[in-house]
């Protein structure tokens, strides 16, 4: 990003205002942003070959119209709309290492006479399209102008929005740069309706010195290119204005969107770019799990600003599922949750684990835990009597849950619910229990 200004100051805010809004913007489309040094930036483009550069222009045409009104008429296209992920170019790029594609913006506006210049084309154009009468033989429409009326209106009617003066230039190794140039040409003449016609110049290393040029490479290689690819022939012959020079040079804010694009990542994409799915349906967090919680357990990857994802202890009453592939740290997640909120809390815990003894890991971080290995009497056995009624809990109430902690276990269909539940009362019946018995005065 580079920004002309008056003073320095004007520049720098311009630039802080144009790079937020930036950043904002694809955070938004989820892409991920880092911001870098401008030694970074410089040795990275130092690192480029720039043994050939190759640019790509649009086709300037010279086109007869045949017609008192408007003789000739400068021709040349609108980069189309295309659903293309680029994945041909990221994969010549992978390919062609030390190369790259830069794709250079300016914004610019039209002078008056320019401006003037595209209405009365656009003017003229529609008359002959849309057809002029003649005596004896009516209305004669010119089919050739059809076309150029449709170009002319597009960019008419775009005067007064925002325009660019656009660079597509191709840096690498000879071989290499006219392999990327040719992909980049029929990624950005292809679209989805319609192709148009594109060229490409070589520009010599000297003329563009990207290393000496570096802050003023875009406005260095335009006007290199307005220079060498002149259609020279279209302007000496004087059959159209000079003030029509740079149009073929403009595009229109939705070509630019064609043109500087990021990068769509999809299964054709590999090989050193990082890809981030993206869905259509986007996902909304709760304000308690985004950068708040009482304990914070990772990051959003899908986040550029690398928002925590946590939890409030407040949570710890409610159901919590953790889900992964075998060996991705589900078991290693949850010992460390468990770990802070003893360490940092002072909450116990109780772990059912029939399978696994990681758990026991924690001996170490929790002197004061205990861990029970049911059914091993020689190894720190866990022995209860599911009989014995806690404290100030009589017979009564503790056998309804003595049955349903039995049913939770044991599936047990009639007459075994009924045999079962004669069985405990006539246990406790043998031991001279009585309903309103409780652990201190029973038995």
Known sequence: MRIIADTSEAAVERAALLRNSFKDAVIHLKYGVREVEEEEI???IKSVCDESVQCIVKEQKLDNLQNGLLPFCLGYDTFPSSVDEWSRLFEIL??????????????????????????????????????????GVGNISNSLAKKHAQQY???????????????????????????????????????????IDLKTVSLSHDTVNKDKNFYPLPWAVNEALKAQESASYIWQSQKIGNNMFRFPFIVSVEEATELFRLPIGTSNVYAGFVVNGAQKDSKTYGEDIINAGDIVVGHLKSSAREDNIGFSLNDLTKHMLVVGTPGSGKTTFSIGVLDRLWKEHHIPFLVIEPAKNEYRALLHSIPDLQVFTPGKFSISPFVFNPFVLPKNVTLEAYKHTLKTAFAAAVTMTTPLDLIFEESI?????????????????GG
Not at 169 to 184: D, E, F, K, P, Y
Not at 425 to 441: H, K
């Open 42 to 44: 410089v040795s990275a």
């Open 94 to 135: 992978i390919n062609h290492p030390n190369c790259a594609v830069s794709i250079q913006l300016m914004p610019v506006q039209l002078l008056a006479q320019e401006a003037f210049e595209l209405d009365r084309y656009m003017q003229v154009l529609n008359t002959l399209s849309n057809g002029i009468m003649e005596m």
């Open 153 to 195: 209106s597009y960019y008419s009617e775009r005067k007064h929005g925002s325009l660019f003066v656009f660079n597509a230039v191709v840096m690498g190794h000879r071989s290499a740069a006219t392999s990327i140039a040719n992909c980049l040409a029929g990624v950005l003449a292809t679209g989805e309706q319609s192709s």
């Open 425 to 441: 009362n006539n246990c406790y019946s043998d031991y001279r229990w009585l309903d309103t018995s409780t652990a201190e005065n």
